[in-house]
């Protein structure tokens, strides 16, 4: 189930990186034998001191090759041996890096496809889950998964593979104390991972979320700067962070534990195993214990590491559990919001809308609203009345319990984003210039140039660039802490205008800024007639007079202020 999960989510050039490096692993299993082999058939022939004394299958190569002499025989089995483990390890840089190159390829890709994942989903979906968990999922849990759980399935699939290529050569020389030990190796891990599953899951699952409240308190913690230092929240946020981040340490002390301790313990039983079997077989004489010795010791020198290995993977597989759940289930999200062209041309009718959140009485409704093209409406009422929520469902971004929005007398199918633009109270800005936040292109020479000076002049950005060294290169840093507050509204203003939308809201836009430049921006609206809507919230009167409708929302409906 893990594997087919895994497989579906890769592109096509991902699954051809997947088949290549799955050839790569093959060859070296099938050099690895060759190369094990060649070293056992060396050491073999050097203790038998001539060819009559040797394995039957030296003999038989010996005889085949037409050899006249053992010395010759034996320089030549050694240049193969040295020449099958240069191959080996040429094809293990190349198994690494191959493995390495796709662990990252997969890793960017399931990043940009998360994330492309999260921004076409409906913003019910942005109401479920925080900007934190989001955050982490993106940052901290893809590349989780990439190298602690789908590399890992690839670690444990080719180590699988090695593994049956080097008991493939155990049946060859049909050794009966190399089956026995390889037995008691499998029941050894078989027997330790049941025993400690349940654990990892547990420490796993509790691992997911205190990396949550990590990132919760370091992000909240970096934004809210200075009420941390104005109100001296520093002790409880150090002591929160402390706390987690002791629960961090110690869960993954014991992950580690957990994966170094079965190696150990087997390393101490292997001593016990060889010392014990010399003494009981001390009488067969030295040279048949050597042989039999270096068949087990070169054998097992390489796969106990793969069987380490696999009991690494797949403990790994159990501690990443419930995020590898998660995170393919957020991988698996389908597109929830279509792209199409809505065209608006005289007015759109909200009727009956009505809405409420869970677990709550109804927030509003019946709401009735027409809007016209020409429109300068304003609504105001108390805080928490729902003037922002009705603004969301006439976006679109909330789905009415009742009622419906009608365009050119049409019913709305999906939502009004292509003919909005949206001022929000806290708008969002990109850690980029003054221009490209206005403009959202790529290159200049995609910039509307008269639409973007329209709107420069009429939000008042252009007096504030003049006075920014006269450039809208200039680039605004991390949450617009370059900028005022009334100068962050003038550009998300100017951003609004830029689009061009039939639409545009502005939600408490203008209420950092001084009272000569909302005058101003508020009179030059009017005076434009720019036939379009424009839907004001606002607690201010003087915002109110320059609308032609006046509402305020009051019991959850909107009365018109006459």
Same mark, same amino acid.
């Given at each position: ?69 053992? &010395? ?87 180590? &699988? ?6 008991? &493939? ?44 409240? #990590?990132?919760? #308190? ?333 509402? #305020? ?10």
């Amino acid at each position: 189930m893990i594997l087919k999960d895994v497989f579906n989510l890769l592109n096509a050039n991902l699954k051809s990186m997947l088949i290549i490096y799955f050839l790569i692993v093959i060859v070296f299993g099938i050099v690895e034998l060759v190369g094990i082999g060649s070293l056992v058939l060396f050491f073999n022939l050097l203790l038998s001191e001539n060819i009559e004394n040797s394995n039957a299958a030296l003999q038989k190569i010996y005889t085949y090759f037409q050899f006249n002499n053992f &010395s010759d025989f034996l320089f030549l089995m050694g240049v193969f041996t040295i020449c099958s483990v240069i191959i080996r390890n040429l094809l293990l840089i190349l198994d690494s890096y191959y493995r390495t190159k796709f662990a990252y390829i997969l890793q960017a890709y399931l990043m940009q496809k998360i994330f492309n994942n999260y921004l076409n989903q409906n913003y019910s979906f942005f109401l479920k889950y925080s900007s934190n968990q989001l955050s982490k999922n993106i940052i901290e849990e893809i590349p989780a998964i990439t190298g602690r759980s789908i590399i890992t399935i690839l670690s444990i699939i080719c180590d &699988s593979i090695i593994i049956f290529f080097l008991i &493939s050569l155990i049946f060859i020389f049909e050794t009966k104390v190399i089956l026995i030990s390889l037995l008691l190796v499998t029941v050894y891990y078989f027997v330790f991972f049941q025993n400690i599953k349940k654990k990892i899951n547990f420490i796993g699952a509790k691992r997911f979320g205190v990396t949550e409240k #990590i990132f919760e #308190i370091i992000r909240e913690s970096i934004e809210g700067v200075k009420e941390v230092k104005i109100y001296n929240f520093l002790n409880l946020i150090e002591f929160k962070l402390s706390s987690f981040l002791k629960t961090y340490t110690r869960i993954f002390i014991k992950f580690n534990l957990f994966r170094i301790l079965p190696k150990q313990i087997l390393e101490i039983g292997i001593v016990f195993f060889v010392v014990v079997f010399i003494l009981s077989f001390y009488n067969t004489g030295v040279s048949k214990i050597i042989s039999t010795l270096t068949i087990l010791i070169l054998t097992l020198y390489r796969i106990l590491p793969r069987f380490d290995s696999c009991m690494h993977n797949f403990l790994s597989l159990k501690f990443d559990k419930k995020t590898f759940r998660i995170i393919i289930s957020h991988l698996k999200l389908t597109k929830k919001e279509n792209d199409y062209n809505l065209k608006f041309f005289k007015k759109i009718k909200i009727k009956s809308l009505a809405f409420g959140y869970k677990n709550e009485k109804n927030l509003l409704g019946p709401i009735n609203l027409d809007l016209t093209k020409g429109d300068i409406i304003g609504i105001t009422g108390k805080n928490g009345s729902g003037k922002s929520t009705l603004i969301e469902l006439i976006c679109g971004f909330l789905k009415p319990q009742k009622g419906n929005i009608f365009v050119d007398g049409q019913p709305l199918k999906h939502n009004l984003y292509t003919i909005i633009s949206y001022v929000t109270q806290k708008p969002f800005f990109f850690n980029s210039s003054i221009q490209e936040n206005i403009t959202f292109c790529k290159s200049k020479k995609e910039i509307r140039l008269n639409d973007y000076k329209f709107a420069l002049s009429l939000s008042g950005t252009k007096n504030f660039i003049n006075q920014k060294k006269g450039t809208d290169e200039l680039v605004i840093l991390d949450n617009a802490k370059n900028l005022s507050g009334g100068q962050r509204q003038k550009i998300a203003i100017a951003r609004a205008l830029y689009k061009n939308s039939d639409i545009i809201i502005l939600d408490e836009a203008t209420n950092a800024l001084d009272k000569k430049s909302e005058t101003e921006l508020f009179s030059n609206i009017k005076k434009m007639n720019l036939n379009k809507v424009f839907l004001i919230i606002s607690h201010s009167k003087d915002v109110l007079n320059f609308c032609n409708k006046k509402f #305020i929302l009051k019991g959850g409906k909107l009365e018109e202020i006459k």
